[in-house]
T-cell receptor, first 113, second 114 residues
Framework: DAKTTQPTSMDCAEGRAANLPCNHS???????VYWYRQIHSQGPQYIIH???NNETNEMASLIITEDRKSSTLILPHATLRDTAVYYC??????????????FGAGTQVVVTP | DSGVTQTPKHLITATGQRVTLRCSPR?????VYWYQQSLDQGLQFLIQ???????AKGNILERFSAQQFPDLHSELNLSSLELGDSALYFC?????????????FGPGTRLTVL
């Protein structure tokens, strides 16, 4: 699975959009981009994933560049409850791709009033 | 609430001891995953079971073992405990065995080894 690079930390004002970047320059054609988040000491929570098209759900939007070497997770209206570590993970999803899930260091996002 | 339950919530024990952590997956989920999260190592994948069979191993020490029972609950056994084994241990479950997007995490067990 391709390696990802994320900023160590970022701040965001409450009510504003939070744009979280992730670089995955070695991504291959069949690897998906996933985002998870972990609120302090709780179990990680799935946010969104995509292959090459932009995706949106009730939690966030995922923008993947055309060359797929980077992506941005957008939290449209950040709240204090969005303070968490956000993990960007690249992974092949096939029926024989068992285990080996790798969470990196992630980005610590702090939403301030 | 993810639907995944883990017991106990907290565990304090001494070096050299053995402990068992328990996980009940969401109803209908066949796959169970174990992760370890310590301050200096981040979230590390340990092992995965699917419908009772081991399917993948990550950074799991030989002192650690796991199993998944016919009712699909899983146990992680940690033996000859060392101070460095102090960590949060998470269990996750999914319906299928390969879907990262479908993993639901439990609240974790905090293990403290004194």
């Amino acid at each position: 699975d391709a390696k990802t690079t994320q900023p160590t930390s970022m701040d965001c004002a409450e009510g504003r959009a939070a744009n979280l970047p992730c670089n995955h320059s070695t991504i291959s054609g069949n690897e998906y981009v996933y985002w998870y988040r972990q609120i302090h000491s709780q179990g990680p929570q799935y946010i969104i994933h995509g292959l090459k098209n932009n995706e949106t759900n009730e939690m966030a939007s995922l923008i993947i560049t055309e060359d797929r070497k980077s992506s941005t997770l957008i939290l449209p209206h950040a709240t204090l409850r969005d303070t968490a570590v956000y993990y960007c993970i690249v992974r092949v999803e096939r029926t024989d791709s068992w285990g080996k899930f790798q969470f990196g260091a992630g980005t610590q996002v702090v939403v301030t009033p | 609430d993810s639907g995944v339950t883990q017991t106990p919530k907290h565990l304090i024990t001494a070096t050299g001891q053995r402990v068992t952590l328990r996980c009940s997956p969401r109803s209908g989920d066949l796959s169970v995953y174990w992760y370890q999260q310590s301050l200096d190592q981040g979230l590390q994948f340990l092992i995965q079971y699917y419908n009772g069979e081991e399917r993948a191993k990550g950074n799991i020490l030989e002192r650690f073992s796991a199993q998944q029972f016919p009712d699909l609950h899983s146990e992680l056994n940690l033996s000859s405990l060392e101070l460095g084994d102090s960590a949060l241990y998470f269990c996750a479950s999914s319906v299928v065995g390969w879907g990262l997007n479908e993993q639901f995490f439990g609240p974790g067990t905090r293990l403290t080894v004194l």
